[in-house]
């Protein structure tokens, strides 16, 4: 079980002192089975009048902050010691009433799945269903794990992963055309495909590391985002379009939400003159124990979001 040590740092700063209204922080990763947290800390510069502690309506961790000063920058540092136990492609389990496509949720399941089986982008001309039925086999059975990987590690394969700082995430379709995108718009796209197939889907940001030299990873120096799809037998597994990982091995999970707007680092508004930002700096590291090596230095596509009292910045 590797021991890790994540650094999430992101400052902003600003021409003149501004003031800054409530923030929401979201980088502390979800506690688990797999993912035991042994030392947590969050540093916030100028310190918040008042720091309070929530589970949103999906039980991630978020930290609200309110502040009563001005300050020419906003620095917030998450440390966070860790063990993970990662699980690999030949350990997820499927019952056998599932292991073959198409099959139906349990009665008991789906009351509960249904919002994450619920599509979130229009589709008139039935272009991601097509591609999405492009991985079930017409002529014979389909194994269910077969078709997620294959989904999974056909995105790494054919498609361009391009990082892109500007907020927001690309449909869909737009990435099936472009052939080219950002983590988060890869997993937007398979999250649409194997809804379209029905299965349960849900987004995750986290952070990615290098469990060792020989396996690189994209996504580095960055948070990340992925997929978890619900299989009965082994609950929610994930799936790294990005990478083609299919387990969590080198994933750390700290938001999981429905869509990507729900799971955003780092949001929150600032009040002050329109030419006040001047930039914003976001680095995150994660180191494993006994290793002198560090993820990947490729650049992920950044989802913190800064909304001001002029726009965003």
């Given amino acids: 079980m590797p021991l890790l040590t994540i650094r999430h740092l992101t400052e902003y700063r600003y021409r003149q002192p501004v003031s800054f209204g409530e923030h929401r922080i979201m980088m502390r990763p979800r506690e688990s089975f797999d993912q035991r947290l042994i030392e947590a800390k969050l540093e916030i510069d100028p310190e918040p009048r008042e720091l309070r502690w929530l589970h949103d309506v999906l039980g991630n961790s978020v930290a609200i902050a309110l502040f009563d000063r001005r300050a020419r920058s906003l620095r917030v540092m998450s440390e966070v010691t860790m063990d993970h136990a990662p699980l690999a492609q030949g350990e997820v389990d499927v019952e056998d009433y599932a292991r073959l496509f198409p099959f139906t949720y349990s009665s008991e399941d789906m009351p509960d799945l249904l919002r994450s089986i619920e599509r979130q982008h229009h589709d008139p001309l039935r272009i991601v269903d097509n591609w999405?039925?492009?991985?079930?086999?017409?002529?014979?059975?389909?194994?269910?794990?077969?078709?997620?990987?294959?989904?999974a590690t056909r995105i790494k394969r054919d498609f361009t992963y391009v990082p892109r700082q500007e907020k927001g995430t690309?449909?869909?379709?737009?990435?099936?055309?472009?052939?080219?995108?950002?983590?988060?718009d890869f997993a937007v796209l398979m999250i649409e495909a194997v809804r379209a197939l029905g299965f349960a889907a849900r987004f995750v940001s986290g952070y990615v590391y290098n469990p060792s030299a020989s396996e690189g990873r994209v996504g580095g120096g960055n948070t990340h985002a992925w997929v978890r799809i619900f299989l009965p037998g082994s609950g929610w597994v994930e799936f790294d379009p990005t990478n083609g990982i299919i387990g969590n091995r080198g994933l750390i999970r700290v938001a999981i939400a429905r869509d990507p707007y729900q799971a955003i680092p780092l949001s929150g508004t600032w009040s002050g003159f329109p030419s006040s930002f001047l930039d914003m700096h976001l680095d995150v590291s994660v180191r494993v124990a006994g290793s002198d090596a560090m993820p990947a230095p490729l650049h992920g596509a950044i989802n913190s979001r800064f909304a001001g009292s002029t726009g965003s910045a």
Avoid: K, S, Y
């Avoid at 999405?132 to 014979?140: I, L, Q, T």
């Avoid at 690309?170 to 988060?184: M, W």
């Fill in 132 to 151: 999405a039925r492009g991985f079930v086999n017409d002529h014979g059975a389909t194994d269910t794990i077969g078709l997620l990987t294959d989904m």
């Fill in 170 to 184: 690309q449909t869909p379709i737009e990435t099936l055309n472009l052939r080219q995108g950002t983590c988060r």
